[in-house]
Protein backbone atom coordinates (compact mmCIF):
# COMPACT_ATOMS: atom_id res chain seq x y z
CA UNK A 1 0.00 0.00 0.00
CA UNK A 2 1.17 3.29 -1.03
CA UNK A 3 1.28 6.50 1.47
CA UNK A 4 0.25 9.23 -0.34
CA UNK A 5 0.80 13.02 1.10
CA UNK A 6 -2.28 15.79 1.63
CA UNK A 7 -1.68 18.83 0.57
CA UNK A 8 -3.68 21.56 2.66
CA UNK A 9 -4.71 24.87 1.49
CA UNK A 10 -5.88 27.78 3.34
CA UNK A 11 -6.19 30.40 0.15
CA UNK A 12 -9.40 30.65 -0.44
CA UNK A 13 -9.06 33.20 -3.18
CA UNK A 14 -7.26 29.71 -5.03
CA UNK A 15 -9.64 28.00 -7.86
CA UNK A 16 -7.75 24.62 -6.31
CA UNK A 17 -9.01 25.58 -2.75
CA UNK A 18 -11.34 22.92 -1.20
CA UNK A 19 -13.21 25.06 1.26
CA UNK A 20 -14.85 22.32 3.08
CA UNK A 21 -12.00 20.25 3.61
CA UNK A 22 -9.26 22.99 3.49
CA UNK A 23 -7.16 20.63 1.33
CA UNK A 24 -5.43 21.43 -2.44
CA UNK A 25 -8.12 19.54 -5.14
CA UNK A 26 -4.56 19.13 -7.23
CA UNK A 27 -2.80 15.84 -7.12
CA UNK A 28 0.63 17.73 -6.96
CA UNK A 29 1.68 21.38 -6.82
CA UNK A 30 4.61 23.43 -8.35
CA UNK A 31 6.88 25.01 -5.52
CA UNK A 32 8.69 28.06 -6.50
CA UNK A 33 11.39 30.06 -5.13
CA UNK A 34 10.11 33.99 -4.75
CA UNK A 35 12.13 36.14 -7.08
CA UNK A 36 15.00 38.88 -5.54
CA UNK A 37 14.50 37.18 -1.91
CA UNK A 38 17.15 35.80 0.68
CA UNK A 39 15.79 36.04 4.22
CA UNK A 40 16.11 32.51 4.74
CA UNK A 41 12.52 31.92 5.95
CA UNK A 42 10.21 29.85 4.00
CA UNK A 43 7.32 32.24 4.43
CA UNK A 44 9.24 34.92 2.62
CA UNK A 45 11.04 32.90 -0.12
CA UNK A 46 8.27 30.12 -1.69
CA UNK A 47 5.22 30.36 -3.14
CA UNK A 48 2.38 28.15 -4.91
CA UNK A 49 3.05 27.95 -8.64
CA UNK A 50 0.30 26.70 -9.56
CA UNK A 51 -2.34 29.44 -7.55
CA UNK A 52 -5.08 30.30 -9.75
CA UNK A 53 -7.27 32.93 -8.90
CA UNK A 54 -11.00 32.66 -8.98
CA UNK A 55 -12.94 34.21 -11.18
Do not use: F, R, W
Not at 30 to 39: F, G, L, R
Amino acid sequence: MEDHQKINCTVSSCLYNGKATKECLLTNIIVKPCENCSSGTASTETLCGSYKAKH
